[in-house]
């Protein structure tokens, strides 16, 4: 009798969905990064719109002040204007601006317009720039798991999980990861210890007993995996 695969699909799509934006977080060091009181205010109150508008002014008068140019971009992209969010991260980088969450932040917007390569290049960019920041290596981990790339995919989630032991969502995707490689094992031992401390973690539930029917488990096809990826990190 012909054995089926297991799909993650229903299970992985709840990944990361906890994950919100870190607001007022800062780059580089711990030291504040405004470009314009007024401009910066309006992003910090989440009045988007507004945001938009002023940095767009700002940009208008300095179009070589690279962080407002990153700032305009991330408003761009919570409103959904994926391509100007793109085009205002990467004149932020041409112009030298070299922060961790700036990469982190293009990966994720060229991820979702489905440039795996760019995505993966961004992403690469953030985790050497912010090789200390778990979510550098965590959304790196899940590009990798998209291309089929199971064995970078596993370093770049062991070392976020070094550096950030809490975080359910990683735990989860490395059993997915595991799962793949054909470490079934150390998949289920994840996902077991994962619901142990935390029992209503139902994605690691709902993979654990896929894991534990009596089918194959699905390797070599990234399509058997849907991550959903990490929210945008603020900078000011």
């Not at 709840?14 to 990064?33: D, V």
């Not at 793109?86 to 932040?105: I, K, M, P, T």
Request: net charge negative.
């Amino acid at each position: 009798m012909r054995k089926h695969k297991i799909w993650f699909r229903a299970a992985i799509l709840l990944l990361s969905l906890s994950l919100s934006i870190a607001r007022n977080a800062t780059a580089g060091g711990g030291e504040q990064q405004v470009c314009d009181v007024r401009a910066d205010y309006a992003l910090g109150v989440e009045n988007y719109s507004e945001a938009i508008r002023l940095h767009s002014e700002v940009v208008r008068e300095r179009p070589d002040d690279a962080l407002a140019h990153y700032h305009l971009g991330f408003a761009e992209g919570i409103m959904g204007n994926r391509t100007a969010e793109v085009s205002e991260y990467q004149r932020a980088a041409a112009l030298g601006l070299r922060n961790w969450d700036l990469f982190l932040n293009l990966g994720l917007a060229q991820l979702g317009s489905g440039d795996l390569d760019a995505a993966t290049d961004s992403l690469r960019q953030a985790v050497f720039l912010g090789e200390n920041h778990s979510e550098s290596h965590f959304n790196l981990a899940l590009v990798y798991e998209r291309r089929g790339l199971h064995a970078d995919a596993e370093r770049e989630m062991l070392t976020s999980l070094q550096l950030n032991p809490a975080q359910p969502d990683a735990r989860n995707a490395l059993g997915v990861i595991y799962a793949h490689e054909g470490k079934t094992a150390s998949a289920s031992l994840v996902w077991r210890e994962l619901l142990r401390e935390v029992p209503d973690y139902e994605p690691a539930r709902t993979n654990l007993a896929l894991l534990g029917s009596p089918i194959e488990v699905a390797r070599g096809e990234t399509a058997a995996v849907v991550p959903s990826f990490g929210g945008r990190r603020q900078s000011h």
